[in-house]
Nanobody
Framework: VQLQASGGGLVQPGGSLRLSCAAS????????IAWFRQAPGKDREFVAG????????YGTDSMKGRFTISRDRAKSTVDLQMNSLELEDTAIYYC???????????????????WGPGTQVTVSS
């Protein structure tokens, strides 16, 4: 499974970006997909996830409100809409896939077997 994240770039504080995650050779709908991010010198951090074959999402309280994950079945992508971006949101954003996740580990990187190379998001004035 090869994943490709796109849509990153430079944005001013308060701005928005929409990231997309696509898969090569497979249907992304067959996987639970999550977005993680990693800033320099920090651990990889869970952002949002969406269950396999579903529009049901899961996430953490710290990310809800500004980050929204969704499936676009027409494009066969899983998108991450990011609003009201802050300087601290600067990181490489990765999409990851798993054939199944369980609630106890669904926000941890080890739960995902497949990873894309990431896309840089820089929030700067």
């Amino acid at each position: 499974v090869q994943l490709q994240a796109s849509g990153g770039g430079l944005v001013q504080p308060g701005g928005s970006l929409r990231l997309s995650c696509a898969a090569s050779g497979v249907t992304v709908d067959n996987f639970a997909i999550a977005w993680f991010r990693q800033a320099p010198g920090k651990d990889r951090e869970f952002v949002a996830g969406i269950f396999r074959g579903s529009r049901e999402t899961y996430g953490t309280d710290s990310m809800k409100g500004r980050f929204t994950i969704s499936r676009d079945r027409a494009k066969s992508t899983v998108d991450l809409q990011m609003n009201s971006l802050e300087l601290e949101d600067t990181a490489i954003y990765y999409c990851a896939a798993s054939t199944s996740v369980i609630w106890s580990t669904q926000t941890t990187p080890n739960a995902y077997a497949y990873w894309g190379p990431g896309t840089q998001v820089t929030v700067s004035s």
